[in-house]
């Protein structure tokens, strides 16, 4: 009976305490501010969307902006002539500033045009030496340091993918994805740093739907993939699976958009709309999809219509939300 009582008396007060003692609930250590890395080309459109309120921005969504790296040329590249020549010597420039940004969670280029598609991948390709415990950089073998192998989403209206040959318009700005992918422009090319070419089947075609016939011909006979319009308003399991399969064939992938993708609704003051594009809210939601891939590591964002072309601001706000699309995306990481 004693046994039972001090046994009873026991759990009665071991009880009491229980109830007594404050519960503390375990609170989860905050995520490490994204670090995100912008750099520009020199022209307007880019100067543009940094002045128009970006850092601040990304910082009130709790993101560690670095200061703003902008391409300079030296007085001898300035003094050279040629269009296209000083287009690849910008890229070159962009491209060592994108090398520069390495350790970033993410590297955002405000960029001229598509031309500066080469200069993105070419900085992407050969990454800048890293402190350690950084990240990890290619392998170096008897031939060198091996570039990285960069996967590509392009997104515009257009597919870019004419060549010299196959062009109606003679637009260089036509032509960056056939560049990139070594189908023309070789020298033109290797001046931006890109080397090697991108495989065919490390290119993700979205929202193209205005394409040339016979630059349809030659998307016709390469390994591109695409995700169609329809794809991006849905947020159909393409996006993820198409980004999935990047993952697994290349070291870093780069999300490249020209503005005029959009519903021309929101990119009125470009000169190459087309009709039926996703709004900026559709596209955010699947750049939000695609950035939680850890191998997505760099957005780019070309043609802003601006001044006269955007008086009340849509396409500018636009091309922010498809940035916060993005930095939501790599929030999501951690989760």
Request: charged residues 20%.
């Amino acid at each position: 009976m004693r046994f039972a009582w001090l046994c009873s008396t026991s759990m009665a007060l071991l009880s009491a305490l229980l109830c007594a003692a404050p519960i503390v609930a375990r609170v989860p250590a905050p995520a490490p501010p994204v670090k995100v890395a912008i750099v520009r080309n020199r022209s307007e459109g880019p100067a543009v969307m940094e002045r128009g309120g970006l850092k601040q921005r990304l910082a009130d969504l709790g993101c560690d902006v670095a200061p703003v790296l902008t391409v300079q040329l030296t007085p001898d590249e300035d003094r050279q002539y040629g269009a296209w020549n000083k287009t690849a010597l910008e890229s070159r420039s962009l491209g060592r500033l994108v090398a520069q940004s390495t350790g970033s969670d993410v590297t955002i280029g405000l960029l001229t045009n598509c031309s500066d598609l080469l200069g993105m991948l070419a900085g992407l390709q050969h990454p800048a030496a890293v402190k350690s415990g950084g990240p990890s950089l290619p392998a170096s073998g008897l031939a060198g340091v091996k570039p990285r192998r960069v996967g590509l989403v392009y997104v515009d209206a257009h597919a870019d993918f004419n060549t010299p040959e196959t062009t109606l318009s003679g637009m260089l700005g036509g032509m960056p994805v056939a560049i990139a992918s070594g189908m023309c422009l070789s020298r033109h090319r290797l001046l931006t740093g890109l080397d090697p070419a991108l495989p065919t089947k490390y290119i993700v075609m979205a929202g193209i739907r205005d394409v040339d016939p016979l630059e349809q011909d030659l998307l016709d006979r390469s390994d591109c993939e695409t995700l169609g319009v329809e794809d991006i308003r849905r947020l159909s399991t393409k996006v993820r699976d198409e980004v999935d399969r990047l993952g697994r064939l290349t070291d870093v992938i780069y999300v490249h958009i020209d503005m005029d993708v959009l519903d021309p609704a929101e990119v009125a003051g470009h000169p190459l709309t087309a009709p039926e594009g996703p709004t900026s809210r559709e596209l955010a939601a699947a750049l939000e999809v695609m950035f939680q891939h850890p191998k997505v590591q760099a957005l780019g964002i070309a043609s802003l219509p601006y001044g006269a072309n955007d008086k009340n601001l849509i396409s500018l706000n636009a091309a922010y939300r498809l940035i916060e699309g993005a930095v939501a995306g790599v929030k999501k990481r951690a989760q």
